[in-house]
């Protein structure tokens, strides 16, 4: 407290020594808080009152020591100068966030494809979880030609991924090989409504895979090329979360259209017809593309090869020119693959561990709308953590949701197990894309994704067969352990021989 008894002189040292002494020392350092907070985050009218506001102590000493007649014109200039100081000061940190958040923002290009990724999807997943049961039902099928079927069209897609994407590179025509497989794709889905033959089917299911391979590579590569590598994780998680959007809702459209229609499949093929329509339409007036060549080797010193040993060499040497950390990162990739065997071992587990039968449909739809809830976000966390460290995140998830397989015995933890599952993906499907991008150059990334898409097409059927034998002989419990532990391999090749 100020003493009672002091004349005017006196009265102005001692408001001096309180406003800058030790007595207002806390209670300022929480106004300077204040104003820092207020210069960040508010408008720089605002920042500019609590800069006066905090810097009070300061002014009032600095007025008492004044003369009369200077003091107020003083103190105007100094809350001026200060104002507009704070206004300067906003508006350059309001002008960062504006900067930030553009670089943050999705192109037209990738938020195109991932509309169309979402069309696409929900008109085959219209179609696939019933294929089985119209090839059994109504074509008496056996199940051996069911699995010829499956096995056939997977091969077929990942050998052309891997010619498709070199190709995309070599004409420069990403957006027109990409249209051509949607188009094949989407042509077949009526025609399926009319087949009356099992083989019809199988030929039907081969074109249709047979344009998967050909759009997969080009399309990522056409991705990677429209956005800036800041946020190419965050757009190819964008584009996958789409896809697995479109996943979840195509079998809730089948079972509305059977719910209306029971039994009757060839509705749902033909119906089935109209988001692929859709997707073609957005695709193709929905982006552009200027063609560019790549500079790919010449045609000098091949003399009189045929033209197919030309097209041999010209691929051998656009093979030899990447990268090696990109052929490493191939090596954990196929590592990885062999690891990873069909989700349709972890439903059969789901089933055993007593998740009801009727409610392993909504368990894969569950999965799907967790890919699509957090995809978007484990891109982004890969532009900010970097490519290997998110993946290898992903792959240590993996890793323990296998061994967390081997040990579930209640539906509940079946559940959570799934949701936890579903945070691998969103960890991965993003950054590993982005990485594709990240270690190759813009003329040589169609190859790349092509490379890319084929080792993990090649991976996944002796994982499969690999997981199912283990199984079969020793047991559940060790096929998941055996799973769990390439994974871990996987992830300690990739973070030893990758630093991105």
């Keep these: 407290m100020l003493p009672p008894s002091r004349n005017i002189s006196e009265w102005r040292v001692a408001i001096s020594e309180w406003f800058s002494g030790g007595q207002r020392s806390c209670a300022a350092e929480k106004f300077r808080r204040i104003r820092r907070c207020a210069l960040q985050f508010f408008h720089p009218a605002l920042a500019g009152f609590v800069f006066v506001v905090t810097n009070f102590s300061r002014w009032a000493s600095w007025i008492l020591r004044s003369q009369p007649n200077t003091t107020w014109n003083c103190a105007c ?206 695709l193709w007036f929905g982006i552009s593309e200027t063609p560019s060549r790549s500079s790919l080797p010449s045609n000098a010193g091949v003399g009189n090869h045929s033209e197919k040993s030309q097209v041999r060499v010209e691929f051998a040497r656009a093979w030899s020119d990447l990268p090696a950390t990109f052929r490493w990162y191939l090596a954990a990739l196929l590592l990885f693959t062999l690891s990873n065997s069909s989700d349709a071992f972890l439903l059969l587990r789901a089933k055993d561990a007593g998740v009801p039968e009727s409610a392993i449909p909504l368990l894969w739809t569950w999965l799907h709308i967790v890919k699509s809830m957090a995809g978007t976000h484990g891109g982004m966390l890969s532009d900010r953590i970097g490519r290997t460290k998110a993946i290898v995140l992903g792959w240590l998830v993996y890793a323990g949701v296998y061994a967390t397989f081997a040990f579930l015995h209640s539906a509940w933890q079946v559940w959570a197990v799934f949701t936890v599952y579903g945070l691998y993906f969103a960890l991965t499907e993003g950054a590993e894309r982005a990485l594709v991008a990240d270690l190759l150059p813009p003329e040589k990334r169609g190859l790349g994704y092509g490379a890319f898409h084929f080792v993990v097409g090649v991976g996944m059927m002796p994982a499969s067969v690999l997981f199912g034998l283990i199984w079969q002989l020793f047991g559940f419990q060790t096929a998941f352990f055996f799973g769990a532990g390439l994974a871990l391999c996987a992830a300690a090749l990739l973070a030893a021989k990758i630093r991105r």
């Design 77 to 282: 200039v100094k809350f001026a100068s200060e104002v507009k100081r704070a206004d300067k000061l906003g508006t350059e940190r309001k002008g960062r966030h504006r900067l930030a958040t553009t670089r943050r923002r999705l192109p037209k290009t990738v938020v195109t494809l991932g509309i169309v990724s979402l069309l696409n999807d929900a008109s085959s997943e219209m179609i696939y979880p019933l294929l089985p049961f119209f090839l059994r039902e109504h074509l008496k099928a056996s199940v051996a030609f069911v699995g010829l079927v499956e096995g056939i069209a997977e091969t077929t897609a990942s050998l052309l991924k891997l010619a498709s994407g070199w190709i995309s590179d070599k004409v420069g025509r990403h957006k027109l090989l990409t249209f051509i497989g949607y188009a094949l794709a989407g042509a077949t889905r009526p025609v399926l409504a009319a087949a009356t033959a099992a083989w019809q089917v199988l030929g039907l299911r081969f074109v249709d895979r047979v344009g998967k391979g050909i759009r997969t590579s080009p399309r990522d590569a056409l991705l990677a090329n429209a956005c800036d590598e800041s946020i190419r994780g965050m757009a190819f998680g964008f584009h996958r979360a789409m896809d697995h959007l479109g996943a979840a809702v195509g079998p809730l459209l089948a079972s509305a259209v059977l719910l209306f229609s029971p039994g009757n499949y060839r509705l749902v093929f033909a119906l089935a017809a109209v988001p692929a329509l859709l997707s073609l339409f957005v």
